[in-house]
């Protein structure tokens, strides 16, 4: 029997996280381990495999996890296979990331995962933006609030996780950062730049930017890019040119933004402007 499989890899250099999109018929792989952490979701069927002496069943919407060097096989249980997602992160991104966005997270603290096959939609919902901006390299500043808020997610139970208290909306910081925003729209800006401008760390920088102005710093800047792009698809500029000069990597990028903004591609919002159809 023919075993079908696909894989779609993709490596981010700035934070050395992996990710993998991939499909298996019949036997997927041996057992095994990764000096990395796991963590993923199933997409379409029955994902089963063995991480220590028990076997698991991963069904759609479901989110697996496994800690480096532990031990897993994988198996389809049909003719259909399975297919998921998954994120391969460096056991050295925690460790940086922790200490940088809780104040509070212990000395030489190692991550953990709560189980090995969770059943939670929102974590599953963060752990599939997470895979897809950095899969498809989005803007650097949404990479690192994907990860971010994936590591928030994963680490909301923690009992040394306290609730934020309440912070001064009117911190002459957030205005710096928000003025640089501005100044640097075009620039592939990150959240570690962002929060050198501001005099903090990352976590506090996101949080009271969002209580200041109503959204976090990367979705700020993605505004501020979008409605510069409408000004210039306005002018009769082609949807090539506006990406490059608004800071998108491609005309394909700005275009999945465009449409999920706007509900229509930057071409059919030029030819609405200016009549001119896009070449």
Same mark, same amino acid.
């Given at each position: 029997m023919i075993n079908h499989y696909w894989v779609d890899i993709s490596r981010d250099n700035d934070t050395q996280v992996e990710t993998i999109r991939a $499909?298996?018929?019949?036997?997927?792989?041996?057992? $095994?381990? $990764?000096?990395?952490?796991?963590?993923?979701?199933?997409?379409?069927?029955? +994902?089963?495999?063995?991480?220590?002496?028990?076997?698991?069943?991963?069904?759609?919407?479901k989110v697996f996890a496994l800690e480096p060097g532990d031990v $897993?096989?994988?198996?389809?249980?049909?003719?259909?296979?399975?297919t998921y997602r998954m994120?391969?992160?460096?056991?050295?991104?925690?460790?940086?990331?922790?200490?940088?966005?809780?104040? +509070?997270?212990p000395d030489r603290f190692e991550m953990s995962f709560p189980?090995?096959?969770? @059943?939670?939609?929102?974590?599953?919902?963060?752990?599939?933006?997470?895979? @897809?901006a950095l899969h498809f390299q989005e803007l650097k500043i949404v990479r690192d609030y994907r990860i971010q808020q994936l590591i928030l997610s994963l680490t909301r139970r923690f009992p040394w996780r306290k609730k934020p208290g309440p912070e001064g909306h009117k911190t002459p910081a957030v205005h710096r950062v928000r003025d640089y925003l501005h100044d640097m729209m075009s620039e592939d800006i990150g959240l570690t730049e962002l929060a050198a401008v501001?005099?903090?760390?990352?976590?506090?920088?996101?949080?009271?930017?969002?209580?200041?102005?109503?959204?976090p710093p990367h979705a700020y800047l993605v505004q501020l890019r979008l409605a510069r792009s409408r000004r210039l698809l306005s002018l009769g500029v082609s949807?090539?040119?506006?990406?490059?000069?608004?800071?998108?990597? @491609?005309q394909s990028h700005l275009g999945r933004w465009f449409r999920?903004?706007?509900?229509?591609?930057?071409?059919?919002?030029? +030819?609405?402007c200016t009549n001119v159809p896009d070449r």
């Open positions: $499909h298996f018929e019949g036997h997927a792989y041996d057992a $095994h381990w $990764h000096d990395s952490y796991l963590i993923g979701v199933t997409e379409a069927g029955i +994902q089963q495999f063995h991480s220590g002496k028990i076997k698991y069943r991963s069904t759609p919407g $897993h096989d994988g198996d389809a249980i049909d003719r259909a296979g399975f994120l391969y992160i460096p056991p050295g991104l925690f460790h940086q990331a922790l200490p940088a966005i809780f104040d +509070q997270a189980a090995t096959l969770i @059943d939670d939609r929102q974590l599953a919902t963060v752990t599939l933006a997470a895979f @897809d501001a005099g903090m760390d990352r976590f506090r920088l996101s949080r009271e930017f969002a209580a200041t102005f109503g959204l949807p090539a040119d506006v990406a490059a000069l608004t800071g998108f990597a @491609d999920r903004a706007y509900q229509m591609t930057p071409a059919a919002y030029r +030819q609405i």
